[in-house]
């Protein structure tokens, strides 16, 4: 492609966009002659170039454009919407063109009299009726079947109807034209149906990106699209090639490493001559280094100038009334930045229009202003640009995405309903859910907000939602201002320095030595106790080798450790490391493909000092750390609301505290536990591989808690003993510590069986163990109920993993055959199988969906007792109502009612 | 170049158009050539920062006049033992493949050596398999034999050729 055509296409893309955004102006204020003087020059220029470099296409599209354009600016025409669109219309096949131009150097073929034909009517004064705006806009449609063309020279004049057609009726040809391009590749379709442009500008570059975000930057750079600047300062600039401002960056880069490797020279002398020049070197090289550094800024206006004309197609194309309001255009970030974010932006803008904002009727309904706003803020905060992209609609509709968002899988019904508003909104991020009803032309294909998510977070962004339902939603949007130069802090660990980027580094904390923080040992897992929250820990050094580190014999020894807290996708994990060193601006370099296949870095940089250090990856700490990405329930940041509902949830468990197999404390509810007991040691008997005692003229198995403690063979030897059918089982203990009343809250689930997970109590973290496990470990082969009676069997609904862990062995102990379920419809399901005695539901998290269990035939009328652990539920319809921590009244009132039940 | 090229019937030894020039390597005891045009720069081993995990081939990165060069260890890529005293004192070629920079470790750098097709030879086939995959052919020279070094082959990793890699007796 010769110069003069690059220099052309470049041109007039800027122009086009320009014109694009006048228009949508000139369609609100026709009067504006200002506008409309820009508007004409504009159009003017790009037909006058393609006569001159001899485009005919271009050139005639453009004239009939101008033409109609003329009459407005004359005053012999007013500006409708139908006439701006018939010009925006011919905006886009310039468009089209040029792109066609652009890949092959020369004019495609095509056919552009309907549109010139039009433009030409409309320039005579004739009403106009713009082509149908859904689902296929008018520039784009196939050209029209043989048959129809005849009677096509005058698009509001339908054959088949035998009349004029309506505003915004669509001709029945034009709709089998359209439907014929749907279906398939129409070999007589235009280069690029809007479809097609509008999945590949959306949708294509999403996928590349994720791919390659560099490489794909690199290709809008050739292009040279980059100089765009505002109109009014277009004469105080110059268009500069963007590999010269690459070059010139990376050669003041190493001006300043060679300046400071000089400073480190002349620092370690003592009287130096060069002290003063150098010092004047230091200043105009750290000015010189600002100045280059601001070449690459640009305004984020210019990845903003395509929205008003989206957001007034959208308008159009869904019958809504939509303004589009910027602030802070001129804010300014790194034009890789800036390419970056312009997808992810009007996709977000689209799914503003389309599923933030109501229709007009609905709005006016609510008492709105039939016209919505969409809002767009950019600003400074800290290292970092926020952008806002919030509207006044209907806000996110809390109560879909949590269903969505349970029946994707992708959080349990239990943690669902404890989750605040705002993490459930949160999951609009996550892949797969899309809660539009419909899926329209503009979104809502499953695949929206997480491609977003996923293109923020690959520049090292955040975004997060907040919404409000009835008055709409806001999405901020922070990204760092440059990819280039970013804040890291320089740690070390095995003789090595790394960089961890600052924008994943929540803080520091010192521990060991005489730091008020612990690092305490879990199985060999390492956690810290910080603010009463567990968070788990991984070594540096584990990440680097990817082997777990040897600690048996150094222990805690090593006592000058420092904790950095990351946080990466709402999860908070510490990495420890040997020594913290500093925070530096790093220039980030790609690593070389050679080292690219080692996930644990994102890049090296080179320090002050001249070394080269890599910089650490902390999505793939994350994952080393074991935190995945799905899960939202942040530890820190816990909402007020959420607070507040567990609170309600939660109550204080008895707990009894001992040591078995080990240092660390262990935990199980008091509730489980028969007896508390010290056996002498010597009258325990072994038979048949088991521990037994005799005890109160019974034989009782003994077992220990970790399969690797040893049962004492002489002494005392402190037993939990737990009942089981009138048969006792005891766990042989180390020592019994404490008593303990306290919430209950188990932070981390462990996948050894016989623990059900870890908790803080009395300030340690603590094992909750498994009662029913031992239980089945130690009675085994005695758990017949068959002997004793017809087995009474409950159905026990309760969301929460532990209470129903503790519920169904105290159960099973007391005889009955227990189904534990989480949900409702499972409970259900049970019962379609088996009549149950009685059904146990919880009635805490979701009263209404256990009052299902009332009504519903399945369960053949089986007495529902309710199960709360709040002192002032109501026992409502339910048979019956008993609190989780009241052991005994659970039993007997199950006891009664099922009694009651049989003798009926 | 390939090989086949090297071979061709010469009809003058010594035209100069016959002639190849070879910078000469020491890695280990074994004499290595590289041709002239497609070495950068060769430079001293200053500051190497080793990369976790990326195998044994990548020595590590270093900063080489402000960018970053990825060293190749040419004794780990050839399968021959480690330098007992480390990395230290060892030379670097400096080569280019597609924009990216590399250097690769070797004991020593010695003399350029301007060199007759005709002591050229393919390689033997009783040479290691991998051995095979990235020399290009030997020169017999007084004394002592040079193996060419094909560059790119060198630059791709181990695993990634088709040859399997053994260990080499030396």
Not at chain 1, 399 to 425: C, F, P, T, Y
Not at chain 1, 637 to 654: L, M
């Amino acid at each position: 492609m010769d110069d003069l055509l690059a220099e052309f296409l470049t041109e007039t893309n800027e122009f086009l966009e320009t014109v694009d955004n006048d228009l949508v102006k000139l369609e609100s204020d026709p009067t504006d002659k200002e506008t409309l003087n820009n508007i004409f020059r504009l159009v003017h220029t790009i037909k006058g170039t393609c006569g001159f470099l001899g485009l005919p296409r271009l050139q005639f599209v453009a004239h009939a454009g101008e033409t109609l354009l003329g009459k407005f600016r004359d005053g012999a025409l007013v500006a409708t919407s139908d006439t701006v669109q018939l010009v925006l219309e011919s905006i886009d096949r310039i468009k089209e063109i040029l792109a066609d131009l652009e890949q092959t150097g020369s004019e495609p073929e095509g056919d552009d009299s309907a549109l010139i034909g039009a433009l030409e009517r409309a320039a005579e004064g004739e009403t106009v009726v713009a082509s149908a705006p859904v689902p296929a806009p008018a520039p784009v449609k196939p050209p029209e079947p043989v048959v129809a063309a005849a009677t096509s020279d005058d698009p509001t004049w339908d054959a088949d109807l035998g009349r004029h057609l309506k505003p915004g009726e669509v001709s029945l040809a034009a709709l089998e034209a359209a439907f014929m391009a749907a279906e398939f590749e129409d070999p007589l379709a235009e280069p690029a149906p809007v479809d097609a442009t509008m999945t590949a500008g959306v949708e294509a570059p999403f996928e590349e990106r994720r791919a390659n975000p560099i490489a794909r930057a690199a290709v809008i750079d050739d292009d040279g699209d980059g100089g765009a600047k505002g109109g009014r300062v277009a004469d105080q600039t110059i268009r500069v090639n963007v590999d010269v401002l690459e070059t010139l960056r990376t050669m003041v880069s190493e001006l300043v490493l060679t300046r400071n490797q000089l400073l480190q020279m002349v620092r370690n002398s003592t009287d130096s001559e060069f002290k003063a020049p150098l010092q004047r070197l230091s200043a105009v090289t750290s000015e010189l280094q600002d100045s280059v550094m601001k070449t690459r800024m640009q305004p984020i206006g210019t990845a903003w100038k395509k929205l008003p004309r989206i957001v007034r197609d959208a308008a159009r194309d869904l019958g809504k009334k939509i303004d589009l309001v910027m602030d802070g255009e001129a804010t300014e970030l790194d034009r890789q930045v800036l390419e970056l974010i312009k997808d992810p932006l009007t996709h977000m803008i689209r799914n503003s229009c389309d599923h933030g904002l109501e229709v007009p009727a609905a709005r006016a309904a609510s008492g709105k202003n039939e016209t919505g706003i969409i809002r767009l803020n950019a600003y400074h905060e800290g290292g970092h640009i926020v952008i806002e992209v919030s509207d006044d609609g209907a806000g996110l509709n809390t109560a879909r995405i949590r269903d969505k968002a349970i029946r994707n899988g992708l959080v349990s019904e239990e943690q669902a309903w404890q989750m605040s508003d705002q993490q459930v909104h949160r999951f609009i991020f996550a892949a797969g859910l899309s809660t539009a009803q419909q899926v329209t032309s503009l979104s809502g294909r499953g695949v929206g907000m997480d491609v977003v998510r996923t293109n923020i977070e690959l520049i090292g962004g955040t975004i997060d939602v907040q919404s409000h339902e009835g008055r709409g939603s806001t999405f901020y949007i922070k990204i760092p201002l440059t990819l280039a130069i970013v804040s890291a802090l320089v740690v070390g660990t095995a003789d090595q320095r790394f960089a961890i980027p600052q924008l994943s580094v929540v803080e520091l904390v010192g521990a060991g030595g005489t730091s008020e923080h612990r690092v305490e040992t879990i199985n060999n897992a390492r956690v810290l106790r910080l603010r009463d929250r567990l968070l788990p820990l991984i070594d540096m050094a584990e990440i680097l080798t990817g082997e777990p580190k040897d600690r048996s014999g150094a222990g805690e020894a090593a006592n000058s450790e420092f904790v950095v807290v990351m946080q990466h996708a709402d999860k908070l994990f510490g990495v420890v490391v040997d020594a913290v060193f500093d925070t530096e601006e790093i220039v980030v370099k790609p690593l070389s493909s050679a080292v690219a296949h080692v996930k644990t870095f994102s890049g090296a940089t080179i320090l002050g000092d001249g070394s080269v250090i890599m910089i650490v990856d902390p999505a793939s700490v994350a994952k080393a750390a074991g935190v995945s990405e799905q899960r939202v329930d942040e530890p820190e940041a816990i909402d007020a609301a959420a607070v507040a509902k567990r609170k309600a949830a939660e109550e204080k468990t008895s707990m009894v505290l001992f040591k078995a197999g080990g240092e660390e404390p262990r935990a199980v509810p008091l509730s489980l536990v028969t007896r508390l007991e010290d056996l002498d040691a010597a009258t325990f008997e072994r038979a048949d591989g088991r521990v037994m005692v005799q005890y109160r003229g019974s034989l009782m198995p003994i077992v220990p808690v970790d399969p690797y403690q040893a049962i004492r063979d002489q002494g005392d030897q402190p037993i939990l003993v737990f009942s089981h059918m009138g048969l006792s089982a005891g766990l042989a203990v180390d020592a019994i510590i404490d008593i303990v009343e306290e919430k209950l809250d188990i932070e981390m689930s462990a996948d050894r069986p016989g623990v059900l997970g870890v908790a803080v109590l009395k300030g340690v973290a603590t094992e909750i163990i498994d009662v029913g496990h031992h239980l089945t470990q130690a009675l085994g082969d005695w758990d017949d109920p068959g002997l004793e009676e017809p087995a009474r069997h409950i159905v026990l609904v309760e969301r929460n993993p532990f209470f129903r862990n503790l519920l169904s062995p105290l159960l099973r102990a007391a005889g009955y055959e227990v189904e534990a379920v989480d949900t409702v419809s499972a409970a259900l399901l049970c019962a379609e199988y088996r009549k149950p005695t009685a059904v146990l539901a919880d009635i805490d998290v979701d009263v209404e969906s256990a009052r299902k269990l009332l009504v519903d035939s399945r369960l053949a009328g089986a007495p529902v007792v309710a199960l709360s652990g709040s002192r002032d539920a109501q026992a409502g319809d339910f048979a019956g109502l008993v609190r989780k921590s009241d052991r005994s009244s659970l039993l007997s009132t199950i006891d009664y009612i099922s009694r009651a039940r049989s003798a009926a | 170049m390939s090989a086949a090229a090297l071979k061709a019937p010469q009809t003058s030894v010594l035209a100069s158009a016959d002639t190849r020039e070879f910078v000469t390597l020491h890695i280990a005891d074994q004499l290595f050539g590289v041709q002239v045009g497609d070495i950068h720069d060769v430079f001293a081993l200053q500051q190497l920062t080793p990369v976790p995990g990326a195998g044994a081939e990548i020595a590590g990165i270093l900063n080489l006049r402000g960018r970053i060069v990825t060293a190749i260890d040419a004794r780990a890529r050839l399968g021959l033992p480690k330098r007992p005293n480390g990395y230290a004192g060892m030379m670097a070629v400096g080569v280019e493949r597609d924009g990216e920079a590399f250097g690769i470790l070797v004991d020593a750098v010695g003399d350029v050596l301007r060199l007759e097709d005709s002591r050229f030879e393919p390689n033997p086939v009783n040479l290691d398999a991998m051995w095979q995959t990235v020399s290009k052919g030997i020169y017999r020279l007084d004394g002592s034999l040079l193996i060419t070094l094909d560059i790119a082959r060198i630059l791709t990793p181990r695993n990634a050729s088709a040859a399997p890699a053994e260990p080499v007796d030396h």
